[in-house]
Nanobody, 127 residues
């Protein structure tokens, strides 16, 4: 059974940094891409970042590129999202997700490519 547990969300001020972590279990972690998504009130869940199984490929939308960094530790079965220069518009519940299909070269950006989700962690950025 796959379990994803996020941590690290909290209230911060604009310009601050924050690190989110996601601990995974139930799969051979290094074989699966991982992703971070976020959902603000009244909005759809949106892609934030993804990383392939080996950690060599990462993707970001323009909204977070240059500010957020995704990484993974396959020995510890964890994926981390380092968020710098946070803005009020980054306020959302952040979810980590594990890809539905194992592939070391794949780092999908679509929600439908992820079959497992964590419970989410709230990030609030005050202005």
């Amino acid at each position: 059974q796959v379990q994803l547990i996020e941590s690290g969300g909290r209230l911060v001020q604009a310009g601050d940094s924050l690190r989110l972590s996601c601990a995974a279990s139930g799969r051979t972690f290094s074989l699966y891409a991982m992703g971070w998504f976020r959902q603000a009130p009244g909005k759809e869940r949106e892609f934030v970042s993804s990383i392939n199984g080996s950690g060599g490929q990462t993707y970001y939308p323009d909204s977070v590129k240059g500010r957020f960094t995704i990484s993974r530790d396959n020995a510890k079965n964890t994926v981390t999202l380092q968020m710098n220069s946070l803005k009020p518009e980054d306020t959302a519940v952040y979810y980590c997700a594990l890809a539905s299909v194992g592939s070391t070269t794949w780092a999908p950006r679509r929600r439908l490519d992820y079959g497992y989700w964590g419970q989410g962690t709230q990030v609030t950025v005050s202005s």
